[in-house]
């Protein structure tokens, strides 16, 4: 969830109005049964060739932007793999030499970071599989585009052995949710400049607008004049406190849901400038993990280190 405040005085329990989430979810989730009907359209009916290629831009756009971890992310390439099968039926070789194409095109298309100078860090979570539900440099990809401080930012969610974030599209309970309590480690070495431990976890819905960031750790990174920030910690779980010395790879604090989010996710960004104990100003910086610049549905698989 996008970090956002607004600038006004608001009543605690107005900042806290539950936001239908189920709605919206179970919305995001129709949307990821769209490529099957695509599918159907391409496999049963006699289409012309512009409206055969439309049907593969659409399922690609399907294929790119809906939210596969709410309904399962091995859907996604059964899907895709049922594409390829498709074209292959019908025995259009030239379709299927544009699919090979336009996926390949739009996989580097879209992984390549923007051309500004990005800080390198180390993947703040281990020992799962891990979604980037939000990331990119595209508004369509990331929420985050919109500001100008966090238009990098990512919002990190964990799978299940089936591939999904959750017990269900949106369980009421933050303990179904994968990544809720995870270790979070971590990115740079550097200082802490802001530490905030004592917010609640809101039960997932319950929004605390009064507090974007919820429980949060900012590190000013050593080998850049960069701030980097981690939000919607665990109460009472940040180990760190401000002038505090830490090494990447360094426990901070747990996956919580804190602050202006709607269910538990790690959200990261990095900035240069702005007040140091701040997430909500400064210019935002590209990020790049192992050299990999993440978008929406990038999988990391992190083992635990022992």
């Not at 939000?134 to 985050?144: P, T, Y």
Request: net charge positive; hydrophobic share 45%.
């Amino acid at each position: 969830m996008r970090l956002r405040n607004n600038g006004r005085n608001v009543n605690r329990d107005a900042a806290r109005r539950p936001l239908n989430v189920r709605r919206i979810l179970y919305v995001a989730a129709v949307f990821n049964c769209l490529p099957i009907a695509v599918l159907l359209c391409l496999w049963r009916l006699p289409l012309p060739v512009p409206l055969f290629i439309a049907g593969i831009v659409i399922f690609l756009f399907f294929f790119l932007a809906a939210r596969w971890d709410l309904t399962g992310y091995h859907l996604r390439y059964i899907l895709l793999l049922a594409l390829f099968l498709i074209v292959y039926h019908r025995g259009e070789w030239w379709a299927l030499a544009v699919l090979g194409g336009a996926v390949g095109l739009t996989a580097l298309v879209l992984r390549r970071p923007p051309r500004i100078p990005t800080i390198g860090l180390q993947f703040p979570l281990q020992g799962a599989m891990y979604c980037i539900v939000q990331g990119g440099n595209a508004r369509w990809l990331n929420r985050h585009r919109i500001s100008k401080s966090q238009r990098f930012a990512l919002d990190i969610v964990a799978l299940n052995w089936y591939g999904s974030r959750a017990r269900g599209i949106c369980p009421a309970l933050l303990r179904d949710y994968r990544i809720f309590g995870e270790m979070v480690y971590s990115p740079c070495s550097g200082t802490v400049t802001a530490a905030v431990n004592g917010l609640p976890d809101e039960p997932p819905g319950r929004m605390d607008r009064s507090n974007p960031a919820g429980n949060y750790v900012i590190i000013r990174s050593d080998a850049h004049d960069i701030y980097v920030g981690l939000a919607h910690l665990m109460n009472g779980s940040v180990v760190v406190r401000p002038s505090d010395r830490v090494e990447a790879g360094q426990s901070l604090a747990r996956t919580g849901n804190s602050g202006n989010t709607s269910e538990p996710h790690l959200h990261i960004h990095a900035k240069r400038g702005g007040r140091p104990t701040s997430m909500l100003d400064g210019e935002g910086v590209p990020m790049l993990f192992t050299q990999r610049w993440l978008i929406r549905n990038a999988l990391i698989w992190k083992s635990k280190r022992t």
